[in-house]
Nanobody, 126 residues
Framework: QVQLLESGGGLVQPGGSLRLSCITS????????VGWFRQVPGKEREWVAA????????YYSDSVKGRFAVSQGNDKYTFYLQMNALKPEDTAVYYC???????????????????WGQGTQITVSS
């Protein structure tokens, strides 16, 4: 059982930055992927970015490429989503998710992630 705790949401002006954190409980799985998703009311959950534990492989959706960055902390269990140049259309509830073991490549499908965080609201508005 992997538990996730997200933090870092809030209100930011267009062009601003925020960093989300996702702390995972320890896991001994050989392969772990942490994905970031977002969702607005009435729409499907949208994949944003993903990172393999170890940080050597990262993936980004076209909508955030060049603006967002995923990383892993030194403690191996904390993951970050750095969001820069935020736009009003980035407003959503953001979730981190974890999958241990097999997953598609690139890891963009929400239904392939087993563990999910509670979500945190990001609002981009002036």
């Amino acid at each position: 059982q992997v538990q996730l705790l997200e933090s870092g949401g809030g209100l930011v002006q267009p062009g601003g930055s925020l960093r989300l954190s996702c702390i995972t409980s320890p896991t001994t799985a050989a392969s772990v992927v942490v994905g970031w998703f977002r969702q607005v009311p009435g729409k499907e959950r949208e994949w944003v970015a993903a990172i393999y534990r170890g940080g050597r492989r990262t993936y980004y959706s076209d909508s955030v490429k060049g603006r967002f960055a995923v990383s892993q902390g030194n403690d191996k269990y904390t993951f970050y989503l750095q969001m820069n140049a935020l736009k009003p259309e980035d407003t959503a509830v953001y979730y981190c998710a974890v999958q241990e073991g097999a997953i598609s490549d690139p890891p963009v499908k929400a239904d392939e992630y087993f563990y999910w965080g509670q979500g945190t609201q990001i609002t981009v508005s002036s």
